[in-house]
């Protein structure tokens, strides 16, 4: 393991939440492990609104995640970057992509992917690969599709999304693909990452033209940021956004990943579940002072 730093640019880091529920106190160990790695390091601390669902993310929760990190006590540099307001720079980079001939619409839904890869399995007998979140890989029915019919397709509106051509991507990318991590004593480890087992991506959905995984790459990238601190629910994922970085010729950040605070039941806190926000832990009483020293920030 390196030391840190390498060099001497100030470090960045970001918190980026997505505002479709309220935080809880995952989210709240999220921000705070950012802030106290941003501190430890000088670094800054940016605060990104990550809002391409433009059907769950709504403005009443961007007004709750400001007042939560305000009643934490977190502060943030700089103005807040909402991924709706930088679609355009989303597109170049897809365009980028496409013109390097990696990505393909593709026009099934995700119940078609289901019921072929249930058809598939029942006649052979054999389960079909998932990814690392446990969803088939893309079977690749419209990889082939002539390009007139796609275009014909797309002309006539049919909804469609657009797919990575992984193993196009990987040819490309070319090798040594994988990140460092960082630990709290500033130690680096190198990872190698295995993106072909996330299959063929989707990088654009049906109603925007990005994806999380292509939003958070370019934003990372015009942030400047260097420390990527995040849960460990996104370890995996990281593998395909090093694959973006490598072929959109972008710095790969350093990763840190947190691990999950998980309820009384063994499940991941959920933003479905508003019993536990930070809202309502506000309104029963509980302390920023308190959230800190149960999460261990005291
Ligand atoms: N917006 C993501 C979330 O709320 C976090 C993205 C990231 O940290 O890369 O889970």
């Given at each position: 393991?390196?030391?840190y ?6 470090p ?23 802030e106290a790695l941003a501190r430890r390091f000088g670094g ?140 709290e004593a500033g ?112």
């Amino acid at each position: 393991m390196a030391a840190y730093p390498p060099d001497s640019r100030q470090p960045v880091f970001r918190f980026a939440p997505s505002p479709n529920g309220r935080l809880h106190l995952g989210h709240a160990l999220s921000a705070l492990s950012n802030e106290a790695l941003a501190r430890r390091f000088g670094g800054r601390l940016l605060l990104r609104i990550e809002d391409i669902d433009l059907i769950r993310c709504r403005p009443e929760f961007v007004d709750g995640i400001l007042a939560d990190l305000d009643w934490l006590g977190i502060c943030f540099e700089g103005s807040v970057r909402r991924q709706s307001e930088h679609f355009d720079d989303y597109g170049r980079a897809l365009a980028s992509l496409q013109a390097r001939g990696l990505v393909y619409p593709c026009f099934c839904s995700r119940q078609e992917i289901k019921a072929a890869v249930a058809a598939c399995e029942a006649e052979n007998g054999k389960s079909w690969p998932v990814d690392p979140d446990g969803a088939p890989l893309y079977p690749g029915f419209c990889k082939g599709l002539d390009k007139a019919e796609a275009e014909h397709r797309i002309a006539t509106g049919e909804p469609h999304v657009l797919r990575l051509d992984m193993a196009r991507a990987l040819a490309q990318a070319g090798d040594g693909l994988g990140y460092e991590l960082f630990d709290e004593a500033g130690r680096r480890c190198f990872v190698p990452a295995q993106p072909a087992r996330w299959g063929d991506v989707v990088l654009a959905r049906k109603d925007v033209p990005t994806s999380y995984h292509l939003a958070v790459v370019t934003d990372d990238a015009l942030q400047g940021v260097s420390h990527v601190v995040r849960g460990r629910d996104l370890e995996a994922a990281t593998d395909v956004h090093v694959v973006l970085q490598r072929l959109l010729g972008l710095p790969t950040p350093l990763y840190h990943f947190h691990a999950l605070l998980i309820d009384a039941d063994g499940r991941k806190l959920a933003k479905s579940r508003a019993s536990e926000s930070l809202a309502e832990l506000r309104a029963q009483g509980v302390t920023a002072a308190a959230i800190r020293q149960r999460l261990g920030f005291a």
